[in-house]
């Protein structure tokens, strides 16, 4: 059995291209690099890799984490800059026994010396739209803070091995320096082959508060199907949050067992991706339902149509 989901439409593309391997039977470590560096090399989306939105000073800060779910190995990068494939640094961080979770200038001098693709991650387009925010709240007071979809993967492999991968630049027009819960192990993602793996978008700075990736494979361990496992955490946490800290920020999990059983739950309307041994690629629209349950629908072509549109629109 094999299987792969990954957050957001965007994922789908890679979707595709890891589906491939695991066909092949290649390991779930390569079809979670695979999948993300699809992402983080297409420049129209706005939230990861090149063509990333970028912070105050325009300047695009990216993190990334990779999980080994067979030994906990864990590497991760934040704040990391000019670097094509952050996921691909993370990885290889994660064989490293000491020093594995590298920020800022670190991270950076990490990956250009051990031989990464450099690159100005900041794209003319995405230029535009920073300076068209800056523009809007010199002008009307608008809250400079917009967009925070990372792409988060679950793998499983043939050899029923796990793993799971996030990438992102963040929340747009974030403060220097700010990091979210993507490369937070137990917040933006957490697996173990034995059980099963998750993985988080949404607001880092609501989503670190819970852990629920590290609840949504714990309750899995408990004999908690993905699906239940990823409503219960969720829409607790949701409600836990909004009763102690007055709101909740958006944020969605999505999760696999170690037998390809799949997940997820959202407080917001949310995309993602998935392919499985026994189902297709295919993308799915989920949302919040009125029993702390979540409502999955496929995605019907003329969404699809509009999100081409929008991600392209010109700025």
């Known amino acids: 059995m094999w299987g792969i989901i990954a957050t957001w439409r965007m994922a789908h593309d890679g979707i595709l291209a890891a589906k491939r391997l695991l066909e092949e039977k290649s390991t779930c470590g ?30 695009v ?35 490293e026994k000491f020093n594995s979770f590298r920020v800022g200038q670190g991270a950076t001098e990490f990956a250009m010396l051990a031989g990464f693709e450099r690159k100005n991650m900041l794209t003319e387009r995405a230029k535009k739209i920073w300076q068209k925010r800056l523009d809007e709240m ?12 990372t792409v988060g993967v679950v793998a499983l492999d043939k050899s029923q091995s796990m793993a799971a991968g996030t990438s992102s630049s963040g929340l747009f027009m974030k403060k220097q320096g700010r990091v979210g819960d993507s490369p937070l192990s137990g917040s933006g993602f957490y697996v173990d082959s034995k059980i099963g793996g998750a993985a988080a978008t949404g607001l880092g700075e609501d989503l ?14 408990e004999g908690l199907s993905p699906q239940a496992a990823c409503d219960q955490a969720v829409y607790r946490f949701s409600d836990t949050l909004k009763e102690r800290y007055g ?38 629209l989920a949302n919040p339902g009125p029993e702390q349950n979540t409502i999955i629908e496929p995605i019907t072509k003329e969404w699809l149509d509009a999100y081409e549109k929008r991600i392209k629109a010109p700025v």
């Open 61 to 95: 800060e990216m993190d990334a984490a990779f999980m080994d779910g067979d030994t906990f190995k864990i590497g991760a990068v934040a704040g990391i800059v000019d670097i094509a494939n952050p996921i691909a640094v993370a990885r290889r961080l994660s064989e």
């Open 247 to 284: 709101k909740a920020g958006a944020f969605s999990l999505i999760a696999m067992n170690n037998e390809g059983e799949w997940g997820v739950a959202t407080n917001v309307e949310f995309t993602f991706s998935l392919a499985t041994e026994k189902e297709q690629p295919a993308i799915y």
């Open 208 to 221: 670190m508060k819970g852990c629920l990736s590290y609840e949504i494979v714990r309750l899995m361990g």
């Open 138 to 149: 010199a002008k009307t007071n608008l809250s400079p803070y917009d967009g925070h979809d």
């Open 30 to 59: 390569d079809a979670v690099e695979t999948a993300i560096k699809c992402v983080e090399d297409y420049p129209f989306y706005k939230s990861v890799g090149y063509g990333g939105l970028p912070n105050e000073r325009g300047i």
